[in-house]
């Protein structure tokens, strides 16, 4: 057995008792106590002399025990002080309930403390309350300076971790092998492996604490790499493995595009013309197409999925188009239906409410199918789906994506997202898929004012709502709904509707929300269209996707209630058309979080720019789903953080596998890669 899989109960000094604890942290074994990094370090370099030491200040004191006491407060605490003194003065030590220090603490020892020095209760001398100490003769870290601190548990002491560390690290070093090819090491001037671990739980003397602690130091660097590696490795080869698949090649004529296109009644913006084109590249390779397409709200994704449902159509094949929620799906159903007027393409929807016509699906008789989830159910058979759509991918799960994809024989796959990711990020979250961007806005698009408006004044919001209906345009006002209060939010979202039609009975006010039946629904959403509906009252149920180009205004009521992305998202339903539009945010209980996010939507309007804020402000994991991703967990890296090396880790993993696909030359790269991805690889491979 290699000594790094070691149970860590059996090292030294460890036992079942402390194993436990370990445990807690994640540590199991002597390899899990190798990558327990410090979370930070003491620099204990700037010893002091007692006569120069200022309250306030954290200090390393060396110096001789002169007197120990112990004392017992009335409430029952035991303190053991110790006076030191060096040759400029003394100072006092205390420790509270520490009593076992008794039999470590002796006079005339030398000993050397470190901590934050204060001035006692009576104003007389300095102290240390419980300072950390090492006994100068025979210490665990003699000559450690920099003293690495690890996140404890409750029963397990920083010492006590600390000399578990010392011994394992010591222990595992001799096991570590170094599996990077010299050539990398060189290339990228990383320290080698063993040294990196030794390193980073004690560091060398001469270190720059400063880095160390914001783990950016040498040592840092190689641990983060080739976490970082491996993950890229493991991606790249599920995409190599992705390309030997047998898929469909698609090779349309063209005519049914060129139609569509000659139809519609804008010409497609530059970044939809290249997205097209890459697409249909991509189509025609006789390997199963898997693509990311980003763009942000209002890019017009749909024209390009479109696009290249009808190249699969053209060929004989079925179509898929899933959106998350049944709103959107009718949007699309409609929206597709219209825009494919005179093409002799058969469109039709599936939901868990419009369900009649499975056997058209079976037949093929319907070339492209709209739906929701329920396109996934068991009973739902296609007679040779050959392209998926995945509309608001970050609304799905792997799983179900895959379940699609399962309905087909290796169909190509294109998944659709707003959610502005950088790409690396993207390259790594979303696994081995490729990755198109729209970064053009339709022409004539104009910016959203948009402007945070007191309750207070709720006033000028009327005014405003009736100007707006005055010169021809609509209005969406916005009411959160979240499920822990759903009871009493579609109280609000009704009570607001009520209210409107009272101030308004001239116009006509509507109300939309997600547990209404699907007719009912419908029939609001096809109303507010076509223009009879004035004012619609909704909650988020319309956050993604909706397109009406004729609503100019929404009011946002409770705007400190939603987040970055979905206030993004739900402007997005305005400035559809040539109309200039507003969006006003009513908040009511303002957090300081909270003003930070309605800052940022007032003054950007870029989705990019949005979710850099939206990262300051949250923290990246939140937001790109690295969670449900079904990635390895990353104990080091941070894929924010570590952005460029995620870049160069990427390059490395890329041409070492053009030398050598299957790392056969790479035995031990082989052997880590497979403990990095455990049983993760399968997922990925399906989705
Ligand atoms: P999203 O990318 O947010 O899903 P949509 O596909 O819903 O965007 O498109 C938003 C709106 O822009 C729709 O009304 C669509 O018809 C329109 N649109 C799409 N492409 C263009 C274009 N090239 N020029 C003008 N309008 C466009
Ligand atoms: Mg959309």
Redo the contacts with the bound molecule.
């Keep these: 057995m290699n000594g790094l899989n070691l149970p860590i109960q059996y090292l030294k000094g460890v036992g079942p008792k402390k194993a436990n604890l370990l445990k807690k942290l994640g540590i199991q074994t002597v390899k899990d106590a190798l990558y327990y990094l410090p979370s930070q370090y003491e620099d204990r370099r700037n010893k002091k002399n007692i006569f120069d030491i200022k309250p306030g200040e954290i200090v390393t004191v060396e110096g001789h025990i002169v007197q120990i006491n112990e004392i017992k407060t009335k409430t029952n605490l035991s303190i053991i002080e110790a006076i030191i003194s060096d040759a400029t003065g003394y100072l006092m030590a205390k420790w509270f309930n520490q009593l076992y220090l008794k039999k470590i603490l002796k006079t005339k020892q030398k000993i050397k403390i470190f901590g934050k020095a204060q001035i006692d209760w009576s104003g007389n001398y300095i102290e240390i309350v419980n300072p950390e100490y090492e006994i100068v003769e025979n210490s665990n870290h003699q000559n450690h300076e920099i003293v690495p601190v690890y996140r404890v548990t409750q029963g397990l002491s920083q010492r006590q971790i600390q000399s578990i560390m010392k011994v394992a690290v010591e222990f595992a070093i001799p096991f570590i092998e170094e599996y990077l090819p010299e050539k990398i090491l060189k290339k990228l001037n990383l320290p080698y492996l063993n040294e990196s671990l030794k390193s980073i739980h004690f560091p060398p003397k001469d270190s720059d604490v400063k880095s160390l602690n914001e783990k950016n130091s040498l040592f840092h660097k190689r641990i983060i790499f080739d976490e970082l590696f491996l993950l890229q490795l493991g991606i790249l080869m599920m995409k190599q493995s992705r390309l030997i698949e047998k898929g469909i090649s698609f090779n349309p004529e063209g005519k049914l595009l060129r139609k569509f296109l000659e139809n ?6 530059n970044a ?1 013309q290249r997205v097209i084109t890459e697409i249909l590249q991509d189509m025609k390779k006789p390997t199963p197409m898997n693509r990311l397409l980003q ?11 479109l696009a290249a449902m009808l190249a699969a159509i053209e060929c004989g094949y079925q179509a898929a188009l899933m959106a998350p929620t049944e709103i959107l799906a009718e949007q699309h159903y409609l ?1 597709i239906y219209s ?1 494919l007027k005179g093409l002799p393409v058969n469109v039709l929807i599936y939901t868990s409410t419009h369900n009649k016509h499975a056997n058209l699906i079976a037949s093929g008789d319907a070339n492209l199918v709209v739906g929701t989830h329920a396109l996934i159910q068991e009973d739902v058979h296609f007679k040779n789906l050959g392209f998926v759509v995945i ?2 991918q970050h609304r799905f799960g792997v799983i179900q994506r895959a379940m699609l994809k399962k309905k087909g024989l290796n169909p190509d796959t294109l998944v ?1 997202t ?1 959610t502005p990711i950088p790409r690396t990020m993207a390259l790594t979250v979303y696994g081995d898929l490729d990755y198109s961007v ?1 970064d053009e806005l ?4 104009k910016p959203i004012l948009t402007k945070v408006i007191e309750p207070q004044n709720k006033k000028i919001i009327y005014k405003m709502i009736e100007e707006e209906i005055k010169s021809g345009g609509q209005v969406y006002v916005v009411y959160p709904l979240i499920e822990e209060s759903e009871a009493m939010d579609l109280k609000s979202a009704t009570q607001g509707y009520e209210g409107l039609q009272k101030l308004f009975p001239q116009y006509r006010v509507g109300l939309l929300h997600g547990k209404m039946p699907s007719r009912q629904r419908e029939d609001i959403m096809k109303e507010f269209r076509n223009g009879r509906i004035n004012i619609l009252v909704a909650t988020t149920v319309i956050e993604v ?1 909706v ?1 009406v ?1 004729n609503a100019t205004l929404m009011i946002i009521t409770h705007a400190e209630r939603f987040g970055l992305a979905q206030l993004h998202q739900l402007r ?1 339903r305005v400035g ?2 040539d109309r200039p539009s507003k969006c006003i945010l009513l908040p009511y209980k303002l957090t300081e979080e909270a003003k930070l996010r309605l800052k940022a939507i007032v003054n950007y309007s870029d989705g990019f720019r949005i979710a850099e804020e939206d990262m300051k402000i949250r923290g990246p994991g939140e937001l790109f789903g690295v969670k449900q991703s079904g990635m390895p967990d990353l104990k080091v890296a941070d894929l924010i953080r570590d952005q460029s090396l995620l870049e160069i880790a990427r390059k490395e993993a890329e041409s070492l596998l053009k030398e050598n696909s299957a790392l056969n030359s790479h035995p031990k790269i082989r052997i880590l890669l497979e403990e990095f991805w455990k049983d993760r690889t399968e997922i990925f491979m399906t989705a």
């Design positions: 519609l009644p804008f010409k497609l913006t939809q763009g942000d709200v209002g890019s017009g994704k749909t024209v390009v999925a929206n825009m509309d608001e659709m707003a729209l339709p022409k004539g698009r996707g397109d180009p997005g559809r058309g």
